[in-house]
């Protein structure tokens, strides 16, 4: 097999090889069935068997109880954008919801959801450059239909490191760049929604957890495969499901299990970040793009002192096997992300690399 990279690729992200290698040697025959999983209807027992064991290792794996339904629903993290609004606005006669914006996602979040209602931005991060989560504190109107925040704001490299109260009104997360990555109690939002492509498998899908009394409120508009309640009875199955995304998530399901669980993943995250993050304070080259109370534990990004440089240490870190380090476009910089799949020793060469890249250039 060719040389696989440290790939830290904001996502579609790395997966490990161990789960790769599964889906490879599974592509021709599942399990004796004489075809692929992605050759089989998505309402035989091959697959209703992958279903179910996906949603009761994530609940196993969280401890998320009946409080929530689960379902998986086409178009990855953005699409739930719309989806979100069109099932919660209703919830209140008012259709006024509250946006918490920390960086670019919940920008385009909240632009969507003012199709379908009203909305406030209540908190914004853009006049701190998204660098800093700045303090939120606010008594809410009863009548606020939700409340949307993004978990981690993948671009930027910050992470809610504490959730605002927002007592009787659901709060909503997009928890798509760190879900499984860090011990959280999912019951205490009324939706969280997660594109896969980070910590869970492929792209194209969505993991939606929502609590049961918020399901059936759909505004009239909401399309067939948006509406929340009709995914919950349809388990997932309205329509053609992407079979083969929702199979690796059950493979990365899985390894998350064998590898001790969620608070495994964490320690390692929180370990893996610390490397570069203490590569960044000792430093005089590179400069950390978020603030040290809001670091992330997924993406950490930061920055060299002119373009010229970044190219430098993009071109040479990409000849020792470091994939995908350009920060995102809106961003620039380099960005390390390093969600649950990225190996330590993935880390230790970055790091090791970065503080060869600063003798060499300093
Ligand atoms: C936090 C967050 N939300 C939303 C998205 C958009 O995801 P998708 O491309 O699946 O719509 C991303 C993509 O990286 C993300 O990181």
């Known amino acids: 097999?060719?040389?696989?990279?440290?790939?830290?690729?904001?996502?579609?992200?790395?997966?490990?090889?161990?789960?790769?290698?599964?889906?490879?040697?599974?592509?021709?025959?599942?399990?004796?069935?004489?075809?692929?999983?992605?050759?089989?209807?998505?309402?035989?027992?091959?697959?209703?068997?992958?279903?179910?064991?996906?949603?009761?290792?994530?609940?196993?794996?969280?401890g998320l109880g009946s409080s929530h339904v689960m379902f998986f629903m086409h178009g990855g993290a953005q699409m739930q954008f719309s989806a979100v609004p069109l099932n919660l606005m209703a919830r209140k006669e008012k259709r006024s919801a509250v946006y918490l914006i920390t960086g670019k996602w919940g920008v385009?979040?909240?632009?969507?959801?003012?199709?379908?209602?009203?909305?406030?931005?209540?908190?914004?991060?853009?006049?701190?450059?998204?660098q800093k989560i700045p303090e939120w504190e606010e008594v809410l109107d009863p009548e606020t239909s939700y409340v949307h925040l993004t978990s981690n704001n993948t671009l930027y490299g910050t992470q809610w490191q504490e959730y605002p109260d927002t007592g009787k009104v659901p709060l909503v997360s997009d928890s798509t760049s760190d879900i499984l990555s860090r011990k959280e109690d999912y019951s205490r939002f009324g939706l969280v929604y997660a594109g896969l492509q980070k910590n869970l498998g492929p792209s194209g899908l969505a993991l939606v957890l929502v609590r049961e009394d918020l399901l059936g409120l759909a505004l009239p508009q909401t399309p067939k495969l948006l509406d929340y309640q009709?995914?919950?009875?349809?388990?997932?199955?309205?329509?053609?499901?992407?079979?083969?995304?929702?199979?690796?998530?059950?493979?990365?399901?899985?390894?998350?299990?064998?590898?001790?669980?969620?608070?495994?993943?964490?320690?390692?995250?929180?370990?893996?970040?610390?490397?570069?993050?203490?590569?960044?304070?000792?430093?005089?080259?590179?400069?950390?793009?978020?603030?040290?109370?809001?670091?992330?534990?997924?993406?950490?990004?930061?920055?060299?002192?002119?373009?010229?440089?970044?190219?430098?240490f993009l071109k040479q870190s990409l000849n020792e096997g470091l994939y995908a380090l350009k920060g995102h476009r809106d961003v620039g910089g380099i960005r390390a992300s390093i969600y649950n799949s990225m190996p330590l020793e993935g880390v230790k060469a970055l790091a090791d690399f970065m503080k060869d890249f600063e003798r060499r250039e300093t």
């Open 230 to 312: 009709l995914a919950h009875e349809q388990r997932s199955l309205a329509n053609t499901t992407s079979v083969f995304s929702i199979y690796v998530t059950l493979k990365m399901l899985r390894w998350v299990e064998k590898q001790g669980g969620v608070a495994v993943m964490e320690q390692r995250n929180r370990e893996k970040s610390k490397l570069l993050y203490d590569v960044l304070d000792d430093s005089e080259l590179y400069k950390a793009v978020a603030d040290p109370e809001n670091r992330s534990i997924c993406n950490v990004t930061f920055r060299l002192d002119d373009d010229e440089m970044e190219k430098r």
């Open 1 to 62: 097999m060719s040389q696989r990279v440290y790939n830290f690729g904001a996502g579609p992200a790395m997966l490990p090889t161990e789960v790769m290698e599964e889906v490879q040697q599974e592509m021709l025959d599942y399990q004796g069935h004489g075809a692929s999983i992605i050759e089989i209807s998505h309402r035989a027992p091959p697959f209703l068997e992958i279903l179910e064991e996906t949603e009761s290792i994530f609940r196993r794996l969280t």
């Open 108 to 130: 385009l979040a909240e632009e969507e959801a003012r199709k379908f209602g009203s909305t406030r931005v209540a908190l914004d991060g853009k006049p701190l450059g998204f």
